[in-house]
């Protein structure tokens, strides 16, 4: 049994949690929850829980902290049956880049050798939980290292062969992290340990990807403010020590993926972009002018730079969070 209930709160969203386990989740209070999911760990992994320190929700997700046996763990269930096909993906992904030699956070395999367990309705994995802290955007030491291991992933990603939910490249695409910021980077003083969070990966070009990294970089749950120039520059530069951008890595290949919708849905909760304010980032990103992306966007098949039209790069997938 937990020695006292775990801490209930939300991720991002502006909600009651007492209210959105009960009505999102099917679970009467934190204490329920904490007992189905110490069954399901029992059964399925054969990890006695000791303790659950704190349940955090997110959308249609709740990552749990618990330990057993003295090792800390992150079991994290989704209910969106919709997602369940890609979490199993993006769960082989992650298990094939720690082969790699990546830092990330490895799924624990089940019992049976699975890396998530679908059962009552819900996806289940559990992860490690790696030492560190968020990264921190004001240190120049870990924009530059940041931009290092983007480049890396960008390396490793791009000789990934299975698919992620289906999906295929297009011409100049390869699969890459697609939500490489802050909340999802830790660093341990020395290094980072881990990239985390790899359940949005899709396929775009490398450009694109670091162009909105550098633009999001220092971003963890709230606030969409964007980096600093300084910031950007230094963690473009360190990408780009590692892998330098080509001719055809330009630009003009980027804003063929930053057009969207007017609104942005953030799992539950829909928000209007910055979009006046991020369009200038993203050609200072990359080094170019803003007049300069627009040139090039038109002729890639239109203004790829109006207002509104940015929402992918602030977008946490949304139309599999609905």
């Known amino acids: 049994m937990t020695a006292a209930p775990p801490t209930l709160r939300m991720l991002w969203e502006s909600a009651d949690p007492a209210d959105v386990l009960s009505e999102r989740f099917g679970f009467a209070d934190a204490g329920s929850a904490v007992c ?9 992994w054969a990890i006695g829980v ?3 320190e704190r349940l955090v929700m997110s959308a249609g997700n709740v990552p ?3 330990t057993s046996d003295g090792r800390r763990l992150i079991a994290k269930w989704s209910a969106f049956p919709s997602l369940f096909q890609r979490l199993a993906d993006t769960a082989k992904l992650t298990m094939w880049l720690k082969d790699t030699g990546l830092p990330v956070a490895a799924p624990i395999p089940a019992k049976d050798g699975r890396l998530r367990a679908e059962l009552d309705s819900v996806s289940l994995g559990v992860t490690p939980v790696i030492d560190g802290d968020l990264f921190d955007v004001g240190d120049p030491a870990q924009v530059s290292e ?4 983007l480049a890396a992933l960008h390396e490793a990603l ?3 062969r299975h698919s992620i939910d289906g999906g295929r490249p297009t011409r100049g695409e390869q699969l890459v992290q697609d939500d490489f910021r802050s909340a999802n980077l830790l660093h341990d003083g020395t290094r ?7 359940e949005e990966v899709a396929y775009r070009t490398r450009v694109a990807d670091l162009a ?3 633009v999001l970089l220092g971003i963890r749950h709230h606030g969409w403010e964007p980096a600093s120039r300084l910031v950007r520059a230094r963690f473009v530069d360190g990408c780009c020590h ?3 951008l080509n001719g055809r890595r330009t630009l003009r290949t980027a804003t063929r993926h930053l057009r969207g919708p007017q609104r942005v849905r953030l799992g539950m909760r829909t928000h209007r972009p910055p979009c006046s304010r991020h369009r200038h980032m993203i050609g200072d990103a990359i080094g170019q002018p803003c007049s300069a992306a627009g040139s090039s966007a038109g002729t890639a098949g239109g203004s790829a730079f109006r207002t509104g039209q940015l929402a992918s790069i602030i977008r946490l997938r949304d139309s599999r969070s609905a």
Request: charged share 25%; aromatic share 14%.
């Open 212 to 214: 909105k990294a550098a």
């Open 242 to 244: 590692r892998a330098p």
């Open 50 to 52: 000791d303790d659950c």
């Open 192 to 198: 980072i340990p881990a990239a985390l969070d790899f």
């Open 146 to 149: 940041a931009g290092h291991t």
């Open 64 to 66: 749990a902290w618990v």
């Open 36 to 44: 189905w999911l110490r069954d399901a760990l029992w059964e399925s």
């Open 158 to 160: 791009a000789g990934y």
